[in-house]
Nanobody, 131 residues
Framework: QLQLVESGGGLVQPGGSLRLSCAAS????????IGWFRQAPGKEREGVSC????????KYADSVKGRFTISRDNAKNIVYLQMNSLKSDDTAVYYC????????????????????????WGQGTQVTVSS
């Protein structure tokens, strides 16, 4: 069973930055597509970004495009979400999720990652953007 642990959340002022990390064990992430999702209080969990298992494709929700960057370091078995120019609307619990995708077919179509496509989930990390 793949286990994912998110870290890097916290309290930041509007306009600030945070980098979230998603560490995996005991399996390597090389053949997994990774998605980042978030859930704000009273709202449904929504897709934010994904990176293909091959690492050559990324997708972003329109609301974060140009501000967030997803990346992966397969040597460290970690996926990152760099979040810049944070807004109060970005306040949420952020989750990473993984799905085995050895042929790198996912994170290819337009649009955000879909919850039902991912089997493994982390416990989430809180991001609060407030002055």
């Amino acid at each position: 069973q793949l286990q994912l642990v998110e870290s890097g959340g916290g309290l930041v002022q509007p306009g600030g930055s945070l980098r979230l990390s998603c560490a995996a064990s005991p399996f390597r992430l090389d053949y997994y597509v990774i998605g980042w999702f978030r859930q704000a209080p009273g709202k449904e969990r929504e897709g934010v970004s994904c990176i293909s298992s091959s690492g050559d494709r990324t997708k972003y929700a329109d609301s974060v495009k140009g501000r967030f960057t997803i990346s992966r370091d397969n040597a460290k078995n970690i996926v990152y979400l760099q979040m810049n120019s944070l807004k109060s609307d970005d306040t949420a619990v952020y989750y990473c999720a993984a799905q085995r995708d050895p042929y790198s077919t996912m994170c290819a179509m337009p649009g955000v990652p879909v919850l039902r496509d991912f089997a493994s989930w982390g416990q989430g990390t809180q991001v609060t953007v407030s002055s």
